[in-house]
């Protein structure tokens, strides 16, 4: 397990259990077998891939996409697009996406206060 505190400029592809209390300012990628946990804000993009896990406890300003066979928890705030491609995401209540919601496949459970 990898724990970071603090910033990071550019594009991150997390392969293993990864948390960051801190900022990205570029784009994040989970792939498969890697978990990320962000506590703080990523400036860019969240794609997760196959097999990725993500749990965001804290803001992604860009869109949120989940590819088939990956999975989601947002305890915090989207401020792009939700793009479910396959995956499984849960909002937790609290948790809030400014822009729009694309369930093209997946499962997709929103909080009740949406």
Known sequence: MREE???IAGDVVVYEEFTLWGSILGNVQVIN???FYIRGSVYGNVLVDRG???HLFGQVM???RLEKYSKTIN???VGG?????GGRYFGDP???IVGK???NAGETKLPKSR
């Open 81 to 85: 697009d939700l793009i479910n491609e």
């Open 33 to 35: 077998g890697g978990k």
């Open 62 to 64: 860009g869109d949120l």
């Open 94 to 96: 609290g948790s809030k």
């Open 75 to 77: 305890s915090g705030l």
């Open 5 to 7: 505190r603090g910033n």
């Open 52 to 54: 990725g896990r993500a």
């Open 101 to 103: 919601i694309k369930a």
